[in-house]
């Protein structure tokens, strides 16, 4: 255990459904990320939250809308999605200040969008 | 262009011996570099990382090595394990960006 948690693990919906993800982490960090693992890619950093604010959105679609309503918590709402945005989609969180040091990855949700 | 890059998709070795996985950066401005191992259905976890700092660290039956003049990075496992199967991704950071991974390299443990 990472002290990263994510619910569900797995998640199958239309492209018409609307859905959230939700990571929390017990490690007491202060920054969280949204990232997409796509087969055969490398890691897609989507979003980055420090202090509950957002700091960084990769370009990210806007059918892919985070929140961050406390330092523990983040979630990824999800609506109208595309077939091609089924991937595992990991959070991750880290002390000090984005980017920074060591990121620790929860177990991700495998989402398949029909 | 900036690129973190594995040398190899897939790396095949027998259970006892040791591994090598390679990884190669573009970027000399990078200063900390990090190893994660991805098992299937779990997220990746953290193994070992190094400053750009240091030549060398170990840590339990792994070994990262940092080769600034031609921009390389290595993990050695010692006595490879069957429970050392995973995929295996180098990890770098520039000052304050966020991480950028490379693709990962499959590591197979023959019996």
């Known amino acids: 255990e990472t002290g990263v948690t994510q619910t569900p693990r797995h998640l199958v919906m239309g492209m018409t459904n609307k859905k959230s993800l939700k990571c929390e982490q017990h490690?007491?960090?202060?920054?969280m990320y949204w990232y997409k693992q796509s087969a055969k890619k490398p890691l897609e950093l989507m979003f980055v939250y420090s202090l509950e604010e957002r700091v960084e959105n990769n370009s990210v679609p806007s059918r892919f809308s985070p929140e961050c309503p406390n330092s523990s918590h983040l979630f990824l709402h999800l609506h109208t999605l595309q077939p091609e945005d089924s991937a595992l989609y990991l959070c991750a969180s880290s002390q000090d200040h984005p980017g920074g040091d060591t990121q620790y990855f929860g177990p991700g949700t495998r989402l398949t969008v029909l | 262009g900036e690129s973190v890059g594995l040398h190899l998709p897939t790396l095949s070795v027998q259970e006892g011996d040791n591994s090598i996985i390679n990884c190669a950066y573009s970027?000399?401005?990078?200063?900390?570099f990090i190893w994660y191992k991805q098992e299937s259905g779990k997220g990746p976890q953290f193994i070992i990382d190094i400053r750009s700092n240091m030549d060398k660290r170990q840590g339990q039956r792994v070994t990262v090595l940092l080769n600034k003049t031609v921009k390389h990075l290595s993990l050695q496992i010692a006595a490879t394990q069957p429970g050392d199967s995973a995929v295996y991704f180098c990890a770098e950071k520039r000052g304050a960006d966020g991480l950028t991974f490379g693709k990962g390299t499959h590591l197979i443990i023959q019996p």
């Open positions: 970027n000399s401005a990078s200063d900390y």
């Open positions: 490690l007491g960090h202060n920054a």
